[in-house]
């Protein structure tokens, strides 16, 4: 069975920066190396949608609403993915989520609220002050 858990939320103010991570364990031999993997984002009454995406030889794909601020990355030797975020603003709180394998045609964007993922992380939540 396959788990996607994060880490790295948290409590800050608008301005300060937070890097959030995600480490993939499971099945014998299964891993994401040759797979999209991604983060969404659920805030307060929302639905559930795309932040950003980072496919296996590293090409990068951003919502609009973070480009320039968020910036994603993956290890594919550790099977972790990352992200980091600055600028934080107040409407950056939400619930964030690993997601994996994102499956698309040219662009992970395509797949805007995470119907065709397969696996979920739990989540974990960012808080942003004003």
């Known amino acids: 069975q396959v788990q996607l858990v994060e880490s790295g939320g948290g409590l800050v103010q608008a301005g300060d920066s937070l890097r959030l991570s995600c480490a993939a364990s499971?099945?014998?031999?299964?891993?994401?190396?040759?797979?999209?993997m991604g983060w969404f984002r659920q805030a307060p009454g929302k639905e559930r949608v795309f932040v950003a995406a980072?496919?296996?030889?590293?090409?990068?794909y951003y919502a609009d609403s973070v480009k320039g601020r968020f910036t994603v990355s993956r290890d594919n030797a550790k099977n972790t993915m990352s992200l980091q975020m600055n600028s934080l603003k107040p409407e950056d709180t939400a619930v964030y989520y690993c997601?994996?394998?994102?499956?698309?045609?040219?662009?992970?964007?395509?797949?805007?609220?995470?119907?065709?993922?397969?696996?979920w992380g739990k989540g974990t939540l960012v808080t942003v002050s004003s």
């Open positions: 997601a994996a394998p994102l499956k698309f045609h040219r662009d992970p964007r395509e797949d805007y609220y995470g119907n065709n993922v397969d696996y």
């Open positions: 499971g099945a014998s031999g299964r891993t994401f190396t040759y797979y999209a």
């Open positions: 980072i496919g296996w030889s590293g090409d990068q």
